[in-house]
């Protein structure tokens, strides 16, 4: 018998989604919530919901502000969702800070995982990343390259979201989940 009885098919720890910046983590994350009937908390929303604007934050204040209030909102979030299968989608560079590492060892935690080829039309789209001001497929492409090693090593489950609509997407994942969650139980027994 497994010690814990509130277990549910895809487990008890909240969902932690990680990847680079326009890999899809807000829109696979409301879904996959959705079809769990989980909350679905998106950091970078809640921070621009207390600070204003990312681009801005890092305008007037510059990155290590930035990452500060990353750490704490993430904190935040991971702490309140504790015991559920909440979803929490974070921002591509928040898995930097080692407290926020350490910090979704105690959640399950997907690895969405694309290339650059994936990414190119989102970000092409979408000029609101302070990051990738200037040259954005480079400097995207960069940053992956540091942050990839990581997003590996912190995955629970990696996730290929090169292919599929969002919807097929949150049902593989979520079969991914059941799939964990099963193991996991087999190894507490």
């Avoid at 930035?66 to 991971?78: C, D, G, L």
């Avoid at 898995?95 to 959640?107: F, K």
């Avoid at 001001?133 to 996730?159: C, N």
């Avoid at 997407?169 to 979520?174: D, I, K, P, V």
Wanted: charged share 20%; glycine share 12%; net charge negative.
């Amino acid at each position: 018998m497994p010690h814990r009885s509130n277990t549910g098919p895809v487990g008890d720890r909240p969902i932690v989604l990680i990847g680079p910046m326009a890999v899809g983590k807000s829109a696979i994350g409301q879904q996959l919530a959705q079809q769990l009937g989980a909350p679905f908390v998106d950091t970078d929303a809640v921070i621009v919901a207390g600070h204003g604007s990312i681009a801005d934050i890092f305008a007037g204040r510059g990155e290590h502000a930035f990452r500060e209030i990353e750490a704490r909102t993430v904190a935040n979030a991971v702490e309140a969702a504790e015991g559920t299968t909440s979803v929490i989608s974070l921002g591509g560079g928040a898995v930097l800070d080692s407290g926020t590492q350490q910090l979704i060892g105690r959640c399950t935690v997907v690895y969405l995982e694309c290339d650059a080829s994936t990414v190119a039309s989102r970000i092409a789209r979408n000029s609101g990343r302070p990051l990738l001001a200037g040259d954005a497929m480079g400097r995207w492409t960069a940053m992956f390259a540091t942050r990839k090693p990581v997003y590996e090593r912190l995955a629970d489950i990696t996730l290929d979201v090169r292919q599929g609509s969002v919807t097929e997407l949150g049902a593989r994942l979520e079969a991914a989940l059941r799939t964990y969650a099963a193991a996991q139980q087999e190894v507490e027994k």
